[in-house]
Every structure is written in structure tokens, then in C-alpha cells.
């Protein structure tokens, strides 16, 4: 994949094309309509409530009356020691806390940090389209070239012949997001196994974004592919507090690997962010240590705004794909009338229905699918529930 041609400056200089390039997004330009419109936000991936009383509380305890200075580099021994504890419980995962732990500013900056500390110019990386709208960019900017892995509607399963078609011995590392965002799918441990014995057979790395970790439904238990034989020592999986609390804001990102890998994450962290706010690290070191209860009933109260959300959407006729995980499901146009187009039907959806939502297509970097539009459960039922009122009447001139 080329990328994009660079920007001229102002002075006549040549920018960096990866970013200078990138045109507004869709989702820019879906959250300006919704607050032009008054729509009713169904776009934008964030609870709408603050998030979990004690664990703000411990944080604002902590501003007031903890160290306000820089904590350690890699991050205040207790939450490291509280994630190794969380994830022993949680995933069966035994991590030093002291060697294999280290806390960044949020998901996104371990992300990076993770790239540009693995990748070398031109090496392959393999990712999965839908894919979250960091990846490319971060990708190309480390100098990697992305092999892509396109998913489909309604499974969005991984096959062995698709790796078999974009790993190859210049495979450096596979980017992998699960639960999926944008399509609320969890990939089954056949899938994972797929990934892991081809990142073995071709001794590649794996970045398992895992933030969602968290957000699964219908009993299901999230199931890191670090866990997988071979694979402990060459995966790096990464958390978000964010996610985990409801609080997309607090960026507190967690991230695990071998030793051998840490030490190279270790030193992006540096040059990036160095640290993390000491508060946030004591509240979410407090948050993780709480009883499975409210882990049970986070996920209890999300499954049922899923399913509230999704049984009115298929009362009204609207196709509803299944969603296992994240705060999304989506809608498949293509049962409806297959000559509709995602983003016209979201543009129109929030100018004239007063509802916004995001189109899938947004996240393929080629050939993407154009059928699939994305809505976010993860509001009041008041939300909800006037969204719905609102989709009565797109439905019915879709039909």
C-alpha cells in the first residue's frame, strides 16, 4: 500500500505525508453533524454516565492527599502488582509485575509505543480490516507495510487461507484487536489458534489490542492469545483502565509482555509520555482489585443496552448483525435495499432522522464493505429509547 502524497507547507517545505495527508474523518465529521442537527448520539463510543463512584472517589483522594509528582517510568508498583493479580485471576495469565508490566497513557500510546519499538522499515505487519482507525497511520509511520486481512459480514471469521495469503517470511509482527471494534465480534480460540501457529510457523510477534477485554456478553470469558502455547513469549497485550471502568477519558493503559520485549516497549514509554497521572494509577490499581460482582454486573448492565438497543432496531425492521463484545453492533443494509451505501444512509440518518451513527466503511483502508452501519449501546435507556423513536421513521422510507 503507497502512501499518501505529503502536504506542501505554508514556507514551501514538504510535511510528513502519513499525517499532513490524512483528510478529516468521518468520525469528525459524523460528531459536527449530530451537535449541528441535535441529533441523538449513537456514533461516539463512550458511556454517558460518569463512572463508577469509589473508584473516581479514590482518584480525587488521591489528587488531594497522594504524590503529585512524577511517579516511576513504568508505573506505580501497586497497580502494576494489581494488574498481575487482575489478570492472574481473570485470564490465567502469571506476570512479574516487576519485569512484565508497565502502565502507559491509555491504549493508544502502548500501541505506539509498541510499533515504532518493533518494527523496522519495511517489514510486513498484518492487520484486520474493519480496523480501528489508529492502526494504519501508526503502522506506516513506523515505517511497517500493512498486509491487509479483509472480514466480512456477519461472521467476520479469520480463515487459514486468508493469513495463508499475507504472512510470508517478511512478517514482522500481526496487529490483532479482540473483542473487535468496530463489529462487536469475539473470536473464537479456533481463530486465535490460527494466528498463533501462523505467527510461530513465521516467527512473527503479536500486538494483541485487548482493551475490550472486559466487554463480553452471554457468559462468554475473554481469552488472551498470549495465553496460547508458543505464544507467551512473543505476544504484547494491552489494556485500557478506560475500558474497563466506563472512563474513556482517564488514559491509563496497561501493557504486558516478556521481559525481552519490555525492555524495548520500556524505552518508547520513556520517549513518549514517560509516565502516567499517580492518581489515575491509584484509583485504577484500587478498581481492579474489586470483587467479580461489579465485573458481572458491568457487563450485565451493557448486555442488556445491547439488547434493548437491538430488539427495537429488528421491531422496526432493521437487519441486526450479532455483537458478543465491545459498546457496538451494527445494522447490514444490504438486507434491506443492497444498493445502499453506509455513509450516504449515516449522513442522511443524522440530517434528516436525527440519529447519528457510524459507517464501517470508515474503517477499511481498501476495498471496504458497504453495507454495514455502526450504533453504540453503551447509553441511558432514555438515550436509547429516543433513538429509536427517531429510526421509526427512517425505516420506513428504507423499506
Given amino acids: 500500500m ?36 441535535d441529533a441523538v448520539n449513537l456514533g461516539q463510543g463512550f458511556p454517558d454516565d460518569p463512572g463508577p463512584l469509589d473508584v473516581r472517589q479514590k482518584a480525587a483522594d488521591a489528587v488531594l492527599n497522594g504524590w503529585n509528582q512524577y511517579p516511576p517510568m513504568m508505573g506505580l508498583p501497586e497497580l502494576r502488582q494489581a494488574a498481575a493479580m487482575h489478570y492472574r485471576h481473570w485470564q490465567g495469565l502469571d506476570l512479574d509485575p516487576e519485569s512484565e508490566i508497565m502502565v502507559t497513557s491509555g491504549a493508544t500510546e502502548a500501541l505506539a509505543g509498541a510499533l515504532f519499538a518493533l518494527i523496522e522499515p519495511g517489514d510486513e505487519v498484518v492487520l484486520f480490516q474493519p480496523l480501528y482507525d489508529a492502526y494504519l497511520p501508526l503502522v506506516l509511520r513506523a515505517g511497517g507495510v500493512p498486509r491487509l486481512v479483509r472480514l466480512e459480514p456477519p461472521s467476520w471469521r479469520i480463515t487459514a487461507e486468508q493469513l495463508s495469503r499475507v504472512f510470508s517470511p517478511r512478517t514482522k509482527l500481526v496487529l490483532f484487536n479482540n473483542p473487535q471494534n468496530p463489529t462487536g465480534v469475539v473470536h473464537s480460540r479456533e481463530e486465535l489458534q490460527l494466528i498463533a501457529d ?41 489494556g485500557s483502565a478506560g475500558k474497563i471502568f466506563g472512563m474513556t477519558g482517564w488514559k491509563v493503559g496497561m501493557v504486558c509482555a516478556a521481559p525481552e520485549l519490555m525492555r524495548v ?62 459498546y457496538f453492533l451494527s445494522i447490514d443494509l444490504s ?36 453495507s454495514v452501519v455502526r450504533f453504540c449501546f453503551a447509553k441511558r435507556d432514555g438515550t436509547l429509547d429516543a433513538a429509536l423513536d427517531r429510526l421509526q421513521n427512517a425505516i420506513a422510507v428504507y423499506r
Fill in 198 to 238: 501462523h505467527c510461530i510457523a513465521f516467527d512473527a510477534l503479536a500486538v494483541c489490542d485487548d482493551v475490550w477485554e472486559h466487554v463480553v456478553f452471554d457468559g462468554r470469558r475473554h481469552l488472551p492469545l498470549m495465553a496460547l502455547p508458543g505464544m507467551r513469549d512473543r505476544t504484547v497485550k494491552i
Fill in 265 to 326: 516497549l520500556s524505552k518508547t514509554h520513556q520517549f513518549l509520555t514517560f509516565t502516567t497521572p499517580p492518581n489515575l494509577q491509584a484509583a485504577v490499581a484500587y478498581g481492579l482489585g474489586k470483587d467479580d460482582s461489579y465485573f458481572e454486573d458491568m457487563r450485565a448492565q451493557l448486555q442488556r443496552a445491547r439488547d434493548r438497543l437491538a430488539g427495537g432496531l429488528s421491531a422496526l425492521g432493521f437487519p441486526v448483525l450479532p455483537s458478543a463484545g465491545t
Fill in 2 to 37: 503507497s502512501q499518501p502524497a505529503a502536504a506542501p507547507h505554508p514556507a514551501g517545505r514538504t510535511l510528513n505525508p502519513v499525517y499532513s495527508a490524512l483528510p478529516t474523518t468521518i468520525f469528525e465529521v459524523m460528531s459536527g453533524l449530530a451537535r449541528t442537527h
Fill in 335 to 370: 438486507a434491506l435495499d443492497p444498493a445502499l451505501d453506509d455513509e450516504a444512509f449515516c449522513l442522511d440518518l443524522v440530517r434528516t432522522h436525527g440519529v447519528a451513527a457510524i459507517p464501517v466503511s470508515a474503517f477499511y483502508a481498501q476495498d471496504p464493505v458497504r
